[in-house]
């Protein structure tokens, strides 16, 4: 494993090669740092701007889960997604195994613009799940949202992957938890930027990394933040989960100064 010192030297570098050749790219970490807000001053609405969508950018380019995001917009935009949390009538039933798009079908309760609104029903079944959880945590209290917040991820991501139902697995939850500014989301992107900063050992370079690779990955990046910036805030810690996808996406991963 690479001191933290040295990993912090590779990352400078990596940020000054990336505001020198992409500028833009360090632009956008800055734009989406400056979007989160303290986990604890937000209210249900806030929280379902950054839920509801995530499992429409699952295992698909980020234009296409964009254009999902355009075409769901009004079914759920302007509080209607609490209309998708109502568990006594759901859209989407799933009976079969969770794999197969046919396993999934829309009932009785499922508006005809949303049978017709191409998002395959897998995917909008996830969404369904997160509007149901977010309604029952709707009845929690402050100081149990703040205890959701202050938990490990070994417990929180676990516990949110059950409660959000079939659709969410560990990346999509951590996706979620990244936009919350508490993780990192363990993609491809940010396993290559992990291991070229060498702050994991025995960390493979694939699409999909374990629950535990992926957790030890979050742990090595905010450990990162901390030697970078002297703290761990939801900003930095957005800041920095964004340079290190954009030095993947862009080739930069490797540079040293």
């Known amino acids: 494993m690479m001191l933290l010192h040295?990993?912090?030297?590779?990352f400078l570098a990596i940020e000054h090669e990336l505001r020198c050749r992409h500028p833009d790219a360090i632009l956008e970490?800055?734009?989406?740092?400056?979007?989160?807000?303290?986990?604890?001053?937000?209210?249900?609405e806030d929280i379902w701007?950054?839920?509801?969508?995530?499992?429409?950018?699952?295992?698909?380019?980020?234009?296409?889960?964009?254009?999902?995001?355009?075409?769901?917009?009004?079914?759920?935009a302007n509080g209607r997604w609490r209309i998708w949390g109502d568990n006594n009538k759901p859209f989407i039933?799933?009976?079969g195994p969770a794999n197969r798009n046919a396993s999934f079908s829309?009932?009785?309760?499922?508006?005809?613009?949303?049978?017709?609104?191409?998002?395959?029903?897998k995917r909008l079944f996830a969404v369904q799940g997160a509007a149901q959880a977010l309604v029952d945590l709707q009845t929690q209290t402050k100081d149990q949202l703040a205890g959701m917040v202050d938990r490990k991820l070994e417990v929180l991501v676990p516990e949110l992957i059950e409660k959000f139902g079939k659709g969410w697995g560990c990346i999509t939850v951590l996706h979620f938890l990244t936009d919350m500014g508490i993780a990192v989301k363990p993609d491809i992107h940010?396993?290559?930027?992990?291991?070229?900063?060498?702050?994991?050992?025995?960390?493979?370079?694939?699409?999909?990394p374990t629950m535990s690779e992926a957790l030890a990955m979050v742990e090595a990046v905010k450990g990162l933040v901390n030697e970078v910036y002297g703290e761990i805030t939801p900003k930095r810690l957005r800041y920095v989960d964004k340079v290190l996808m954009a030095a993947s996406q862009h080739h930069v991963v490797g540079v040293t100064k």
């Open 6 to 10: 040295e990993a912090k030297q590779r």
């Open 29 to 44: 970490a800055q734009r989406l740092s400056n979007q989160v807000k303290n986990p604890m001053a937000l209210n249900i």
């Open 106 to 121: 829309f009932t009785r309760h499922a508006p005809v613009e949303l049978q017709c609104v191409g998002i395959s029903r």
């Open 93 to 95: 039933s799933l009976a």
């Open 49 to 76: 701007e950054i839920l509801g969508t995530k499992p429409l950018y699952a295992n698909t380019r980020t234009n296409i889960a964009r254009s999902y995001v355009d075409k769901l917009a009004p079914l759920i």
């Open 190 to 208: 940010l396993v290559r930027s992990v291991h070229t900063l060498q702050l994991l050992s025995g960390i493979r370079q694939r699409k999909q």
